[in-house]
C-alpha cells in the first residue's frame, strides 16, 4: 500500500509538470507575463467615455458639435463610431468630432419626434473591446438676425394694411371708414382718407373690411376698398377715376367671408365665400358667392345700357371662405382659404380663368364628394394646414407676403400667420406646380418674431414697404416692423417701381 501511494504521487507529479510546460496554460499556472496590464486577467478592457452624454448647439451650426473622449486602461488608441439612435443619420464623425450631416433648424426639427433633441449612439473601441454612449444633442434656436419693433399702437380695429410705394409710408384701413397713413419708420399716424357722400360727409353705417392698393389706369393705382353697409358688401375704389366710384357684391347678413388683394398683373382681386358650399360651383345663376374675380377699371363706364365703372372678370370658383389675396413670384396669385372641419389651405396659380379651387368637392386634398377629382380646371392646394392648436396647426389662416428681402434667416421665403399669433415661412422654392405641401414644411418662427414690446396674437395682415421692410398689423391696434438686428451700417434704398 505505501509503494501504490509513492507511485500514484509521482504519476501527478509527471502530470502537472507537463501540463505546465505547455505555453497554453501559463497564465493559469502562475507562470509568463501579461501584456494587457490586466494583472494576469488576459481580457482588454473597454475604453470609458468622458465625454459628456448631453450638448447643445445653436441652429444652423456647420462645423463640429460635439468631441468624443475615453480613456483606456491599456494605453491603446481609441476609435470612435456611430452606431445607432434614433437620429443617427443626421450625424457624420470625423475622427472624434461629431458634426450634422445638414446645419440643424430649430424651426423645422429634423429629429425623429420633432422636439429638437437628438438622439445618437456613439461607439468606443480599443481593437480588442468596445463601449457605448447614447448622447443626447439639443438644437437651440437663433433668431437669425431678426428683431421685431412695435412701432404703433393705438390702431382702433384695424382691417387692411398696405404699402403707399414711398420710402416707408403704409396705408392701414379702419374698421369705422378711416384710412389712416404710418411712417413705418417712426409710427407716425395721419389721416389719409374715409368714404363720404356728395357733400363731403362720412357715409353714415358705413364700414370698411380690408383695403388693396393695385392698377386702377397703365401705372396708375387706386386705393380698392371692401365696404359694408347694412347686408351689403360691396367693392370701391379711390384715385380710379376723379370721383369715387362703388359697385355692389354680395349680401353679407349670413357672416360670408370677403377678401381683397392685389393679383397678376397688379390688379385688385376680390373673392367672396361661400360656406355653405351651394353656391360655389354655380356659375349659371350669376351668384357671386364661392367665386372669385379680378377688377378693372372699365375704361368706358358708358359703353352699356348701365353704368359700369368696373370690368369684373370671374377668374375662379369653389372657394368656401377666403381670408387674403396676395402676389407671388412666377406671375402667380396665392388665395388663403379657411376649411370648415379639417384644413385650411393655400392654393397658388397663374391662370387668368377658368380656375376651380375645390370647394364643396374638397377641402384641403380630402376630397368630400365625389367627382372632385372630375372638375374642370381644378386647381389643387400648395399648401394644407390641418385645423387645430399645435404648433403645426391652423386656427384660421392669415394671408402674407413672399419676402425676397435682406433678412437671411427668412430671405425667399413664404411669411404668413393664423389669426391667434402663429407664425410660419417656407421657403418660396418649395412651391412647385401639382405638388401639395403640407405642415411638416413649415417652419414655426413665433420665437423669431417676438416683439421688443407688446405681443403678436391676433394678426390682420402683413405688408412689404417700398424699403423692402416688413410689418405685422395686429388686430389690437399694434403694428411691428420686422427688420434686421444688425442695422446700422446698412444703407437702405426704394425699390424701385
Known amino acids: 500500500m505505501r509503494f501504490q501511494a509513492v507511485r500514484d504521487r509521482l504519476r501527478r507529479g509527471i502530470f502537472l509538470s507537463a501540463v505546465c510546460s505547455s505555453a497554453l496554460f501559463l497564465a493559469a499556472c502562475g507562470g509568463g507575463d501579461d501584456s494587457s496590464g490586466n494583472g494576469g486577467g488576459g481580457v482588454a478592457s473597454p475604453?470609458?467615455?468622458?465625454?459628456?452624454?448631453?450638448?447643445?448647439?445653436?441652429?444652423?451650426?456647420?462645423?463640429?458639435?460635439?468631441?468624443?473622449?475615453?480613456?483606456?486602461?491599456?494605453?491603446?488608441?481609441?476609435?470612435f463610431t456611430i452606431t445607432g439612435g434614433t437620429d443617427a443619420s443626421a450625424f457624420k464623425l470625423d475622427g472624434a468630432a461629431l458634426s450634422f450631416v445638414n446645419p440643424p433648424n430649430y424651426d423645422l426639427p429634423g429629429d425623429a419626434n420633432g422636439d429638437n433633441v437628438y438622439e445618437v449612439t456613439l461607439q468606443a473601441s480599443n481593437g480588442k473591446a468596445n463601449s457605448s454612449l447614447s448622447l443626447l444633442v439639443t438644437v437651440t434656436n437663433d433668431r437669425e438676425g431678426i428683431k421685431v419693433t412695435r412701432v404703433a399702437t393705438g390702431l382702433v380695429d384695424p382691417v387692411g394694411i398696405s404699402s403707399l410705394d414711398s420710402g416707408s409710408s403704409l396705408l392701414i384701413a379702419l374698421k369705422a371708414n378711416a384710412v389712416v397713413k404710418i411712417d413705418g419708420s417712426t409710427g407716425t399716424i395721419t389721416p389719409y382718407y374715409s368714404v363720404t357722400n356728395s357733400v363731403g360727409n362720412p357715409v353714415p353705417g358705413l364700414t370698411l373690411l380690408g383695403m388693396t392698393r393695385a392698377q386702377s389706369f397703365g401705372a396708375s393705382k387706386g386705393l380698392y376698398l371692401l365696404t359694408q353697409q347694412g347686408n351689403v358688401a360691396s367693392i370701391a375704389c379711390a384715385g380710379c377715376w376723379s370721383f369715387f366710384i362703388s359697385e355692389t357684391l354680395a349680401d353679407v347678413s349670413d357672416g360670408t367671408a370677403l377678401a381683397i388683394g392685389t393679383g397678376l398683373g397688379g390688379t385688385a382681386y376680390v373673392a367672396i365665400g361661400d360656406a355653405g358650399g351651394t353656391r360655389a360651383q354655380d356659375i349659371s345663376g350669376g351668384f357671386g358667392y364661392g367665386k372669385v374675380f379680378q377688377y378693372l377699371v372699365n375704361p368706358d363706364p358708358y359703353a352699356g345700357a348701365s353704368v359700369s365703372y368696373f370690368d369684373a372678370k370671374l377668374v375662379g370658383i369653389g372657394v368656401r371662405a377666403p381670408s387674403a389675396i396676395m402676389q407671388f413670384p412666377n406671375s402667380r396669385v396665392g388665395i388663403s382659404d379657411r376649411g370648415e372641419t379639417t384644413f385650411d389651405e393655400l392654393s397658388l396659380t397663374n391662370a387668368l380663368l377658368g380656375n376651380n379651387f375645390g370647394w364643396p368637392y374638397f377641402e384641403g386634398t380630402h376630397e368630400r364628394s365625389a367627382g372632385g377629382a372630375a372638375l374642370t380646371g381644378l386647381v389643387k392646394p400648395s399648401l394644407v394646414i390641418p385645423l387645430g392648436s399645435e404648433k403645426r396647426q391652423s386656427r384660421g389662416i392669415v394671408g402674407g407676403v413672399a419676402y425676397t428681402g435682406d433678412l437671411p434667416g427668412i430671405r425667399n421665403h413664404y411669411v404668413f400667420a393664423d389669426k391667434n399669433g402663429r407664425i410660419w415661412s417656407i421657403p418660396l422654392a418649395k412651391f412647385t406646380a401639382g405638388a401639395a405641401l403640407k405642415a411638416d414644411d413649415l417652419e414655426v418662427r413665433d420665437e423669431d418674431f417676438a416683439p421688443d414690446v407688446g405681443k403678436i396674437d391676433h394678426p390682420v395682415g402683413m405688408a412689404i414697404d417700398a424699403f423692402g421692410v416688413l410689418y405685422i398689423l395686429d388686430s389690437d391696434?399694434?403694428?411691428?416692423?420686422?427688420?434686421?438686428?444688425?442695422?446700422?451700417?446698412?444703407?437702405?434704398?426704394?425699390?424701385?417701381?
Open 477 to 497: 391696434g399694434e403694428l411691428f416692423r420686422v427688420e434686421s438686428s444688425t442695422v446700422g451700417s446698412i444703407v437702405l434704398a426704394p425699390l424701385p417701381t
Open 47 to 79: 475604453p470609458t467615455f468622458t465625454s459628456p452624454d448631453k450638448t447643445s448647439v445653436a441652429e444652423n451650426t456647420t462645423g463640429a458639435v460635439y468631441t468624443a473622449k475615453a480613456t483606456d486602461a491599456q494605453g491603446s488608441s481609441v476609435a
